[in-house]
């Protein structure tokens, strides 16, 4: 990275993921954290963008801006109690105890990895070559996520559907 | 491309960059260093705007709209303001910024407030990867048909944020649905878009109009189907009128718009607008060709064919609007997932294996025209045996009007008589 543009477009990145992420926490209400949510993954793509993985970067927004942070919203509308306030809980211990674990991890691995910047962008990082690895050398974990989701989509059409509505189905 | 196109004369207006830059570069020579990036703006802004967004937005867009409307259901539509009513957005937009926007008590004031922002924003945003002319394309990236996909699922965030926001239950209904619609019609408007990206090759908007240059084809022509899967899934994520539930005034007053007042209900209606025409100059570059024009885009200049394209597409959008009823949400959601997701697979599946067989004849260029007669017979075919595999039983044209006791009922699609 140089030039002063994407020194700055990258600060600035920094700094609103930060904030967005931080608000994720803060916010006592649980749409608001959802859309602080949004804004970090804007802000990770604008990350890969940075890193010349443009179809990364479109992926990043498609999928978790376009799909998956949409579900969540449409998951907290329909769930009963999601208007209560999530101040107290008594939770806060464990999960101060895992933040701090979960902090040591990161902060080892930052300090151990030898971050090397290169001036061009690697190669294998554009649609063909993502897609050819993905049906060929990777292709046996690309095919266990898809059965993974095949999987929870099974289960969540099985958790949602009532009795009632089996019942009634069976008469038709 | 022929080396006739587009020389770099600045008085050739089929590619306006070379105008833009001999102005640039005059005044780079004389003003201090940095200024021109302004300039560039300004130029940038005021050029825009009295190509496309004067005639696109308030002409066509607002004005053009309700004219064409009104003539459809037999009246006159805006006629008073102005010569034949022209001025009547300009005076529209007058009353809107003198209204005042109001807020509800217990709404939730932050979050209505940035959500026609953030509303707009993506609508700009979308233009900068269509490309008007050869070269006349603001950001040229290779993943521009991503791009635009990307930035298009952004406004739905707003949307729901409107309707969240307003703490009115009838903004919650249009919300939710707007939510579940975007879902539902997201996935068939893919696999329509994934089917003109195999054909092509690219994901480049580019790369795709230099391919119906090289073949001398529009993607419409190689696969209609595509085309009105995405027309209709696009109507429904823009809620345009024949499947507006999420605005539905007769059922939930206007859905997410239902608090919102003056300026604020203006932005979401003025890019409402907005988007339709991003959508129609995306479906223009994509399925029409964009700038080419058979070899006319050599003596008419480009961006004046990819206009008169877009509008073209966005006459469409009126059309619709002006004719057809609002759908039931249920019967949305089940024409989403049961008729056109299950088309958009097979259009795939048709293409993928056409694409096979044309790398095996090393990319004939007459081979792409039996494809395209084998595939618009193949359409009309699917469309067909779909809907009566669905048990969807066309009736005759009645000759005259007929009580629904007569036509035997409604039978909704999906429903089996």
Redesign the interface.
């Known amino acids: 990275m140089e030039g002063f543009g994407p020194s700055l477009a990258f600060w600035v990145l920094a700094a609103l993921t930060l904030v967005a992420a931080g608000g994720v926490m803060v916010s006592r209400n649980l749409l608001h954290a959802v859309l602080f949510l949004i804004l970090t993954f804007i802000g990770v793509a604008g990350f890969f963008v940075l890193l010349s993985a443009d179809f990364i970067a479109m992926a990043q927004v498609i999928i978790y801006v376009g799909a998956i942070a949409v579900l969540v919203l449409f998951a907290v509308l329909l769930t009963p109690r999601s208007g209560r306030d999530n101040g107290e809980t008594r939770w806060a211990l464990p999960g101060i105890l895992l933040a701090v674990c979960l902090a040591a991890i990161f902060l080892f691995v930052v300090h151990d990895t030898a971050w090397n910047t290169v001036d061009e962008a690697p190669a294998g990082l554009d649609a063909r070559s993502l897609g050819t690895a993905l049906l060929t050398t990777w292709v046996v974990p690309f095919e266990i996520a898809s059965v993974l989701l095949t999987a929870a989509l099974v289960g969540a059409i099985m958790l949602t559907r009532s009795p009632e509505e089996e019942a009634e189905d069976a008469l038709v | 491309m022929t080396p006739f196109l587009v020389s770099d004369k600045w008085y050739d207006i089929r590619d306006l960059g070379n105008l833009s830059r001999e102005i640039l570069e005059a005044a780079d020579r004389i003003l201090p260093f940095g200024v021109v990036y302004v300039l560039a703006a300004l130029i940038g802004f005021v050029a825009s705007f009295l190509l496309f967004v004067l005639p696109s937005q308030l002409i066509v867009g607002v004005y053009g709209e309700r004219r064409i409307i009104g003539r459809m259901q037999s009246r006159l539509g805006p006629n008073r303001v102005g010569p034949f009513g022209l001025l009547q957005p300009i005076a529209d937009a007058i009353k809107l910024i003198q209204k005042e926007a109001l807020t509800p008590t217990r709404a939730?004031r932050a979050?209505m407030y940035i959500a026609p922002i953030i509303f707009v924003m993506p609508a700009v945003l979308l233009w900068a990867v269509i490309p008007f002319g050869e070269n006349m394309v603001i950001a040229d990236?290779?993943?521009s048909l991503?791009?635009f996909?990307?930035?298009s699922?952004?406004p739905?965030?707003a949307t729901?944020?409107a309707g969240?926001s307003a703490n009115n239950k009838y903004s919650?209904f249009g919300?939710?649905r707007i939510?579940?619609m975007?879902?539902s019609y997201?996935s068939p408007l893919v696999l329509a878009l994934l089917g003109a990206v195999v054909m092509t090759g690219t994901?480049s908007l580019s790369g795709m109009v230099a391919w119906a240059d090289e073949f001398n084809i529009w993607m419409v022509f190689v696969q209609p189907l595509a085309l009105v899967i995405y027309f209709i899934c696009v109507s429904a994520e823009l809620n345009r009128t024949p499947v507006d539930i999420a605005e539905a005034e007769s059922e939930i007053v206007a859905g997410y718009l239902t608090e919102y007042s003056g300026m604020k209900w203006g932005l979401f209606y003025g890019m409402d607008i907005g988007y339709a025409l991003a959508a129609s100059g995306f479906a223009a570059t994509v399925f029409l060709g964009g700038w080419t024009f058979f070899g006319l885009e050599q003596w008419v200049p480009g961006w004046l064919i990819f206009i008169a394209k877009t509008h073209l597409f966005y006459f469409l959008f009126i059309w619709t609007r002006g004719t057809l009823p609002r759908l039931r949400a249920d019967q949305l959601m089940a024409f989403a997932w049961k008729f056109l997701l299950p088309l958009g697979v097979f259009n795939l599946l048709i293409v993928s294996t056409e694409r096979m067989l044309w790398s095996e004849q090393d990319y004939a260029k007459g081979l792409i025209y039996v494809f395209a007669l084998v595939n618009i017979i193949l359409s009309v075919a699917l469309v067909y045996a779909w809907a009566r595999f669905n048990g969807y039983r066309p009736e005759r044209t009645p000759t005259r009007p007929r009580l629904v006791k007569q036509a035997g009922g409604y039978i909704p699609v999906g429903e089996r008589s």
């Open positions: 939730d979050v990236i290779p993943v991503m791009y996909l990307a930035v699922s952004l739905v965030i729901f944020m969240w919650l919300a939710m939510v579940s975007a879902i997201e994901i």
